[in-house]
């Protein structure tokens, strides 16, 4: 998700968190440039196609943003 503007800090609460935590997201990445936060959700049991519209109200803020999917998830094996 990429949150446009502002120059306040990102912030996480815990109601946040749990909402995230009910969602199945277990690893939260917060990435900050000049115009934009972009967050990162992962985790095992975290399904961004159907839970994507709820875990971005969880993180609802007062200024823009854009939500993106994977294209695909892709596994290497070693032989």
Do not use: K, Q
């Amino acid at each position: 998700m990429l949150v446009y503007g502002g120059a306040e800090p990102f912030v996480l609460g815990a109601g946040g968190s749990r909402a995230l935590a009910r969602l199945g997201v277990t690893s939260v990445t917060v990435l900050r440039e000049d115009r934009a936060v972009a967050v990162v959700l992962e985790g095992w049991s975290f399904d961004p196609f159907s839970a994507g519209d709820a875990a971005a109200r969880a993180l609802a803020s007062a200024h823009p943003s854009r939500t993106f999917l994977p294209e695909a998830e892709i596994t290497l094996t070693g032989r």
